[in-house]
């Protein structure tokens, strides 16, 4: 595959470049997992809306620019090549926003986007549940309908950035009589209502990464359904795939790890055996063809072509393509991997492990593949 710009593609690449140069902050945040790298990382989203950042693809109207994904692509490519901040608001950016664009009415496209764009609201995922992590379909968290509002009881768990967001998009059961996937809405929860108890979860690191919630009577007005009442499994489906497929996992994280892996080799080179250099090579090559098949999803995608269980493959590839890389650089590294500086690596290397779980877990994914890409039947 041949890769061929337009000029207007260059010319936005390097007015990208030119902006990042000018507005990355010349040293890292600190980690958006506490509070205080929480509210530097809302800051940077903010800085970005203005210089109308927060997500290219997106229409003017609701705080993006208008771009196509090729350009989305190549702005990922000089935003990782920059070494800007990690998007602390990537639930809103890349999950939540296209969702609303397919699913939102009018209004809450207008009310919901350009407070993401803006980093003015930060959003949560609140799906998994003690009882239903991959198998979301096991969802038993109840919102009952009333006149003019949905009433939530039940809990959440390992909610990305719900210790200090603002809101959460909530796979709940509306329908009680139904089970599995029937019977589910999405609904858009502020995380201040009444009702709603946060349990922060620690990492290794002892940084609260993730949340429990608990939903105890709380009350959500009827306008915050996202999609249609008992039609949250549709709803659902597409926000996973986006977090499969194209938007959360862009090709430019894993090309600019690679590129650091091959100088990690370089640096080491004395030392490596030639296994090493080949899994080295090999893991460039992968990032090298993932972004190329990158570049042709987005392409069908601009056809009018959609996105389905294929992007599980998506997600298999990337995970466990991360996960080999940063294995990699721990073996090169050895016990230098826990000086302070390559600390880099080392949380890369233990943020790479939950690859293969989040956005649903690859045994899951594999099942999938199995029956919905391959046709194969159940056992």
């Not at 970005?48 to 705080?63: D, I, K, R, S």
């Not at 407070?115 to 949560?124: P, Q, R, T, V």
């Not at 926000?239 to 499969?244: D, I, K, P, S, V």
């Not at 080949?278 to 056809?303: F, K, N, P, V």
Request: with cysteine.
């Amino acid at each position: 595959m041949e890769l061929e710009y337009t000029s207007a593609q260059i010319e936005f690449r390097q007015e990208v470049r030119d902006w990042l140069r000018a507005h990355v902050p010349t040293a890292p945040l600190a980690s958006f997992d506490i509070e205080e790298g929480f509210n530097a990382h809302r800051e940077w989203e903010r800085i970005l809306a203005q210089g109308n950042y927060g997500m290219v693809t997106w229409p003017t109207a609701y705080g993006g620019r208008g771009c196509s994904l090729i350009e989305w692509l190549i702005f990922e490519e000089e935003y990782y090549a920059a070494n800007a901040p990690g998007r602390v608001n990537q639930n809103g950016v890349f999950l939540l926003g296209p969702t609303l664009m397919e699913y939102g009415t009018e209004a809450q496209k207008a009310r919901y986007l350009p407070a993401i764009a803006s980093g003015d609201e930060i959003w949560a995922q609140a799906w998994s549940e003690p009882g239903a992590g991959s198998d979301m379909a096991a969802i038993r968290t109840r919102a009952k309908r009333t006149d003019a509002s949905y009433v939530i009881d039940g809990q959440k768990i390992w909610s990305s950035r719900a210790v200090f967001a603002d809101w959460c998009f909530c796979l709940v059961r509306t329908d009680p009589d139904n089970s599995r996937h029937r019977g589910l809405s999405m609904l858009l929860v502020p995380l201040n209502a009444a009702g709603i108890t946060i349990r922060p979860i620690r990492q290794l690191d002892g940084d609260p990464g993730f949340a429990e919630i608990f939903f105890d009577d709380v009350h959500v007005p009827e306008d915050h359904l996202l999609g249609p009442e008992h039609g949250g499994w549709q709803v659902a489906m597409a926000t996973a795939g986006f977090e499969r497929g194209l938007m959360l996992r862009s090709p430019a994280r894993f090309q600019q790890t690679a590129k650091r892996l091959i100088e990690l080799c370089h640096t080491h080179a004395s030392r490596l055996s030639a296994e090493t250099r080949a899994g080295a090579l090999q893991a460039w090559m992968d990032a090298e063809a993932y972004c190329h098949a990158t570049y042709m999803t987005a392409s069908r995608i601009m056809r009018g072509e959609t996105l389905g269980a294929e992007t599980s493959c998506n997600k298999i590839f990337w995970s466990e393509l991360d996960r080999t890389m940063h294995r990699l650089a721990m073996s090169i590294l050895g016990i230098g991997a826990e000086l302070e500086e390559n600390s880099d690596w080392l949380d890369g290397y233990m943020f790479s492990l939950a690859g293969p779980i989040y956005a649903g877990s690859n045994e899951i994914q594999r099942n999938i593949i199995a029956t919905r890409v391959l046709g194969l039947r159940r056992g």
